[in-house]
């Protein structure tokens, strides 16, 4: 039991690193709680209790080995979203939930494993530009590894597919024909997909909105020799998610059909033969 002349509070000292011994807190218990931000080193600790006398009773030092193992948590993708113009894609995420990270590191799938492009540093960044992107050639998925101050890892999340967008000319019908492959992954899901389509090299224009299900779209009415270009982007159930696709564009070179035809005669040669003469 303490002395009556001694302090109720003990007086907590910590040392590290090595050397350096600093006072952390008081506690009137006989446990405390500490929280260390070390990677992988030795930490020290030794009690001190006051009297009223003057006299200081120091306790025993007691070391151990401290090492953070811990992951950060997941990230999680907003979105991957191409721009029609460069074919460059931005990839999009949320903050880490975990405190101790100060960067992030963006994957791309090469079909059977991920391939690290690129990183950023600071917990608060949350979108990279890939300048090289290949989406106007194919799909490309993406996917984003948080770390931490002590250079862990989190395990690779949901990889994101940039939508990749391809179309065919119908001469006879005087229509295109637009698919594309369905986004997946984003947060609370595709509400739709928006068409959006450029003639003779003017500025884009909204064409038609298809819902979430529907990956393909004929649009009629071309105009012969016309330059088509079309990008579509994904519309999330929430408003602010979205996602476009490459631009493709074609020359409109339909075949142009007469409205009618002038006969001069026809004739019955035979029981079964009639001539016409146009």
């Not at 000292?13 to 011994?21: A, D, F, L, N, S």
């Not at 600790?45 to 997941?74: K, M």
């Not at 967008?165 to 594309?180: G, P």
Request: glycine share 6%; charged share 15%; aromatic share 14%.
């Amino acid at each position: 039991p303490l002395l009556p002349s001694m302090s109720t509070d003990y007086k907590v000292y910590k040392e590290y690193p090595k050397g350096t011994w600093t006072f952390i807190g008081t506690t009137p218990n006989t446990n405390y709680i500490d929280t260390n931000n070390v990677c992988s080193d030795t930490i020290a600790y030794r009690i001190e209790l006051e009297d009223a006398s003057g006299c200081v009773n120091v306790s025993t030092i007691d070391a151990d080995y401290f090492f953070d193992g811990i992951a950060p948590a997941i990230c999680i993708i907003d979105t991957v979203s191409v721009n029609p113009a460069t074919g460059q894609t931005t990839v999009t995420w949320f903050v880490n939930t975990s405190p101790d990270v100060i960067g992030y590191i963006i994957y791309l799938y090469n079909g059977a494993s991920w391939d690290s492009i690129g990183s950023v540093n600071g917990i608060n960044s949350k979108t990279w530009l890939y300048t090289l992107s290949q989406a106007n050639f194919n799909f490309e998925t993406y996917s984003v590894v948080a770390y931490d101050s002590c250079g862990n890892l989190s395990p690779i999340g949901q990889g994101h597919r940039t939508i990749y967008l391809e179309d065919s000319l119908n001469k006879c019908d005087a229509s295109i024909d637009l698919w594309w492959n369905s986004y997946e992954n984003m947060q609370g899901g595709v509400a739709s997909y928006n068409i959006f389509m450029s003639e003779n090299g003017g500025a884009f224009k909204f064409l038609s909105n298809v819902p979430s299900f529907e990956t393909s779209y004929r649009h009629f009415g071309i105009k012969k020799d016309s330059v088509y270009c079309y990008f579509v982007q994904a519309v999330g159930n929430v408003p602010t998610e979205t996602s476009s696709s490459n631009k493709v564009c074609t020359t409109a070179d339909v075949l142009i059909f007469p409205l009618f035809t002038y006969l001069k005669t026809a004739t019955v040669q035979a029981h079964n033969e009639i001539y016409v003469e146009a």
